[in-house]
């Protein structure tokens, strides 16, 4: 009663506003979503999901690759930084590329970013490289490495060093 006696007096706050960090949080959720799904649509677009590359044979016909398609190719990104969630940011990027990416995971510390493969995956070793502005001499066979633990069975493995971290 007395507020409607008094106009001048200040209504009691309302509860059900969020705080002004819950806002803020909710529109970079909502912008780094909107890039995401606008990059996305920009490699789907441009690239058929349900094609095989094809190579040509020396008889001139095109016969279907054998690499498998990029959501089949088990991928580990690794921090060698000290730049905190680098393997986090990297994981996302690729994911929009449409690889098959494993948890972030953290490594030792390493002066470059190095790209490892098994046998049979330096092509995507190779893509994965110009996808993070990374040269192609930082791939290299994973052999009987073992950069971070569990990495032995990966296709390709990156370890990203600090070349990677000013991108």
């Known amino acids: 009663m007395a507020n409607r006696?008094?106009?001048?007096?200040?209504?009691?706050?309302?509860?059900?506003?969020?705080?002004?960090?819950?806002?803020?949080?909710?529109?970079?959720?909502?912008?780094?979503?909107?890039?995401?799904?606008?990059h996305q649509?920009?490699?789907?677009?441009?690239?058929?999901?349900?094609?095989?590359?094809?190579?040509?044979?020396?008889g001139g016909g095109a016969t279907p690759s054998t690499q498998p398609p990029k959501n089949k190719v088990t991928v580990q990104v690794a921090n060698g930084t000290s730049v905190q969630g680098l393997a986090t940011s990297v994981t996302h990027n690729l994911i929009t590329y449409g690889w098959n990416m494993l948890v972030p995971a953290n490594a030792p510390r390493v002066t470059a970013t190095v790209i490892y493969y098994n046998p049979?995956?330096?092509w995507a070793a190779s893509e994965i490289a110009t996808a993070?502005?990374?040269?192609?001499?930082?791939?290299?066979?994973?052999?009987?490495?073992?950069p971070v633990p569990g990495a032995s069975g990966d296709d390709v493995v990156v370890i990203l060093g600090p070349d990677a971290a000013v991108k």
């Not at 706050?13 to 890039?35: C, R």
């Not at 490699?43 to 590359?53: A, D, E, I, R």
């Not at 993070?132 to 073992?146: E, G, H, K, Y």
């Open 120 to 122: 049979g995956y330096i």
């Open 5 to 38: 006696l008094n106009p001048r007096k200040a209504q009691p706050a309302n509860h059900h506003q969020p705080s002004t960090p819950i806002v803020l949080a909710l529109i970079a959720v909502f912008i780094a979503g909107t890039y995401f799904m606008v």
């Open 41 to 58: 649509n920009k490699v789907t677009s441009s690239t058929p999901l349900n094609t095989l590359p094809t190579t040509t044979v020396a």
């Open 132 to 146: 993070i502005n990374v040269s192609t001499s930082a791939v290299q066979p994973l052999n009987s490495l073992q």
